[in-house]
């Protein structure tokens, strides 16, 4: 179960940021009643397994350690990613390849989408041994790769420098193309006088001309055919900025200069904390590039592993929902203090770039009380709220669509009707008190006053303490009774 921690939550309330204190996996177990489905992009960056040291994490893990601790988690992000999501994972050699292997088991191989390259330093390493690692990976999933769209990436100025207007044409910004391919055309072969004179006899030789003759005169007609500026070059066909796609297809090598660097991160780092306390954070501009890719505005996005708090904290700048999960003291003494900038409207990474001015807010969670106990018991402390969330995902595979319907003083036993059952539960005195006339029991009393249960047709299941009803009565409203704790079951 987690549990608020409202003197650690900062801001607008009026929110649905998470930041959650905890070990990882008790968390994803605790999200997916409420999220299953609806991450929109899951960003992760676990220890890479480099036999080194970090003072946050352990990061010299064997090697069948770190697959058997990647390998449940993965499988709960999977429940949790929406069918249009996607994931991406950072990673380096040393683990690179068998995770891969073991997302392609978790995904399906099928719904793997590629392996970007991520040049991360902007100098060699002199002093490497054999070769100076100057890459990371980001290795991407699609939930359903059939149906996975990419943003497009927005036009740098690099690509629109080549766009010009020489001769003022009135339709804007232009640049020449090639009236020559490869590619045979039957109409391309024949002869262009220039407006000064000079006679072109055809295309290059094992080349053809790409439109007709017909079509060449017509588009000269209107402008669109570029001579130079003396009326003598071989002619050109204009393409305008104007009518070219706005955005490209994001491509798989990302260097520094888009992206950031190692370093900009530990610069970034530092003007947060004042100290390097991170040995491998990440770039505010590398996460913002994932987004922009993978997300839109208010999507719910989902780090596991939020390390220093980047991904969190690029999603509350670029008005993404987030959900951040950090296990230990840095969970409040850097990411939560990290978030708390960013509500007050800090001004590093890319806080410039997105016209970040602050606002909005987070809520903080800690793990609480286990819905079940080291003996597969249901917890005697367990809220109505927890355990109907809990109870939902077990029977139907979703999330309960309004969790806050639960809570006082909106409680009603029916939790929701799903493929023409109606689900009730009946714990905590949710009618009134805990005797076997109030609402814990099921009895004629609390059937009548089940609300729905007269008009709905289809099965319906119960859970509660214990039933008073015979077989005879509750085959005649087609209930299945399920009794509490023994029929409630883990994920």
């Known amino acids: 179960m987690l549990e608020e921690v409202q003197g650690l939550s900062y801001g607008d309330m009026d929110n649905r940021n998470m930041l959650i204190q905890g070990d990882n996996l008790e968390a994803l177990k605790a999200l997916i009643p409420f999220y299953a489905g609806q991450v929109k992009c899951i960003y992760i960056d676990p220890p890479y397994n480099t036999r080194s040291a970090f003072s946050h994490y352990d990061d010299n893990l064997e090697h069948s350690i770190w697959l058997s601790m990647m390998y449940p988690r993965l499988e709960l992000l999977r429940e949790l990613l929406s069918e249009d999501g996607s994931i991406w994972v950072s990673i380096d050699d040393n683990e690179a390849h068998y995770l891969k292997v073991m997302m392609d088991e978790v995904f399906g191989r099928g719904n793997f989408v590629t392996s970007v390259i991520w040049r991360k330093n902007y100098a060699p390493k002199s002093s490497a041994r054999h070769f100076s690692e100057d890459h990371d990976y980001i290795v991407v999933y699609a939930k359903n790769g059939n149906n996975w769209v990419p943003n497009p990436m927005p036009r740098s100025e690099k690509q629109d420098k080549a766009y010009k207007n020489p001769d ?246 029916l939790l929701g009707v799903d493929d023409g059952t109606a689900y009730y539960l009946l714990y905590n005195g949710i009618l009134g008190d805990r005797r076997p006339q109030g609402g814990n029991v099921l009895t004629s009393r609390v059937l009548a006053e089940l609300q729905g249960i007269a008009d709905h047709a289809g099965p319906v299941t119960i859970y509660g303490e214990s039933c008073r009803l015979g077989p005879s009565r509750l085959a005649e409203h087609n209930i299945t009774f399920k009794q509490i704790p023994y029929d409630v079951k883990a994920l």
């Open 168 to 413: 003022n044409d009135p339709r804007g910004l232009w640049r020449p193309n090639n009236l020559a391919a490869r590619n045979f055309y039957s109409k391309g072969t024949y002869s262009i006088r220039c407006p000064s004179g000079r006679l072109i006899e055809g295309p290059p030789a094992g080349s053809y001309w790409r439109v007709s003759e017909e079509k060449f005169w017509d588009m000269d007609k209107v402008g669109r055919i570029w001579w130079g500026k003396d009326g003598n070059n071989v002619p050109a066909p204009k393409i305008y900025l104007s009518e070219v796609k706005q955005g490209v297809v994001p491509q798989t090598f990302w260097s520094y200069e888009d992206v950031g660097h190692t370093q900009d991160a530990k610069k970034e780092i530092v003007g947060l904390f004042a100290e390097d306390v991170f040995g491998t954070p990440k770039p505010e501009r590398l996460i913002e590039r994932i987004l922009q890719i993978a997300t839109n505005p208010n999507d719910l996005i989902l780090d596991s592993f939020l390390g220093s708090g980047t991904a969190a904290a690029v999603a509350h700048k670029m008005n993404r929902r987030y959900i951040g999960i950090e296990m230990g003291d840095h969970a409040q003494s850097h990411c939560q203090t990290r978030l708390c900038k960013v509500v007050d409207g800090e001004q590093g990474g890319i806080s410039k770039a997105v016209n970040w001015q602050g606002g909005g807010g987070f809520r903080f969670f800690k793990l609480g009380e286990p819905v079940f106990d080291a003996y597969g018991k249901l917890n005697h402390d367990i809220q109505f709220a927890a355990l109907a969330a809990h109870i939902w995902y077990a029977e139907t595979k979703t999330p309960l669509a309004k969790p806050a319907d639960l809570c006082p003083p909106g409680y009603s036993p």
